[in-house]
């Protein structure tokens, strides 16, 4: 869906550049997730994506052609739920979302959406009048009203209870089921978890790895097996899990206790996180 070969982007007022060469394909139907710590650059690759900043260096392709030569259409194409919901808070959900549409050729059932987001009963109330979760709600509503191809969400579940949060990640998961290709910016290595195929983490304006979930947590784990048995009284040990066919301690526990939990021992993303760009999430 997204080429990008050796990107660099550099705000007019900064010392250096923001984006420094980075490289990575979003693929037609997949959940692509850009990671990393806070200032490194996520939300500006998105701002590119989305032809906002227009000033970089590179080439980025979109369906193959590179995106300098697309009209206005392309926004018919794609969905955006910026960082921080842009609405207008003096006029009501309802008169938000007609004057998005408006902006449209296409549309989505709003009705419906409003009511998966659970904002149906809130949708003559002002938007000043909202909580920020009911924004957040809205503002992924907005970003689905033109039934897109392409969605770009910074942050979508972030500041969402975990209801909510479900929610969204529901909703999420249906438009890659129907066949939508998301960009997906978080913090939350849970969500990313939950949803995406395939990784990128920024570090210092750079891709420091791309690949997918499962391949990092092999590439970076432990790989240990953790045992807990019963050995007059509960016991836990932990072995490589590489060398299990040769270790006598680990064949002794199996054939002669009795085991009360076994399992591999995976890195979480977070650890991964830290690991790959230096940075402490929890910081
Ligand atoms: N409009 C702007 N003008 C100048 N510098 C900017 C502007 N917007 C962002 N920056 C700078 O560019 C860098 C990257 O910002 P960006 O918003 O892309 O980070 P991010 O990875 O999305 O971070 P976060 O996780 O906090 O959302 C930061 O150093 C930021 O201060
Ligand atoms: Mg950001």
């Known amino acids: 869906m997204f080429k990008v070969n050796d990107l660099y982007f550099k705000y007019p007022?900064?010392?250096?550049?923001?984006?420094?060469?980075?490289?990575?394909?979003?693929?037609?139907?997949?959940i692509f997730g850009l990671l990393g710590p806070s200032g490194v650059g996520k939300s500006t690759t998105q701002k590119i994506l989305i032809r906002i900043l227009k000033d970089f260096e590179g080439e980025v392709l979109y369906k193959g052609r590179n995106l300098k030569e697309y009209d206005k259409d392309f926004?018919?194409?794609?969905?955006?739920?910026?960082e921080v919901p842009v609405l207008f808070s003096k006029l009501t959900a309802q008169e938000n979302i007609d004057f998005f549409k408006s902006l449209y050729n296409q549309n989505a059932d709003t009705d419906?959406?409003?009511?998966?987001?659970?904002?149906?009963?809130d949708k003559d109330k002002l938007v000043s009048e909202f909580s920020k979760g009911m924004k957040i709600r809205l503002n992924f509503l907005r970003a689905?009203?033109?039934?897109?191809?392409?969605?770009?969400?910074?942050?979508?579940?972030?500041?969402?209870?975990?209801?909510?949060?479900?929610?969204?990640?529901?909703?999420?998961?249906?438009?890659?089921?129907?066949?939508?290709?998301?960009?997906?910016?978080?913090?939350?290595?849970?969500?990313?978890?939950?949803l995406c195929d395939r990784v990128a983490f920024m570090a210092d304006g750079k891709i420091a790895e791309i690949s997918t979930p499962k391949e990092l947590k092999i590439k970076y784990g432990e790989r240990t097996v953790e045992v807990?048995?019963?050995?007059?009284?509960?016991?836990?040990?932990?072995?490589?899990?590489?060398?299990?066919?040769?270790?006598?301690?680990?064949?002794?526990?199996?054939?002669?206790?009795?085991?009360?939990?076994?399992?591999?021992?995976?890195?979480?993303?977070?650890?991964?996180?830290?690991?790959?760009?230096?940075?402490?999430?929890?910081?």
Not at 239 to 247: G, S
Request: aromatic share 6%.
């Open 13 to 30: 007022k900064a010392n250096e550049n923001t984006i420094k060469g980075i490289s990575f394909e979003i693929k037609e139907g997949e």
């Open 75 to 82: 926004y018919e194409e794609i969905g955006v739920g910026f």
């Open 112 to 121: 419906e959406l409003l009511k998966k987001v659970g904002l149906w009963e």
């Open 144 to 194: 689905m009203l033109n039934n897109p191809k392409m969605l770009f969400l910074d942050e979508p579940t972030n500041g969402l209870d975990p209801k909510n949060a479900r929610v969204v990640k529901d909703l999420i998961r249906e438009f890659k089921k129907n066949g939508g290709t998301v960009l997906l910016t978080t913090h939350l290595m849970n969500d990313v978890d939950e």
């Open 228 to 283: 807990e048995y019963d050995d007059e009284g509960l016991k836990k040990s932990e072995f490589n899990m590489d060398a299990l066919k040769e270790d006598k301690n680990f064949l002794n526990i199996l054939k002669n206790k009795k085991i009360v939990t076994i399992h591999s021992k995976e890195t979480s993303l977070d650890e991964i996180f830290i690991q790959v760009t230096g940075v402490d999430t929890s910081e």
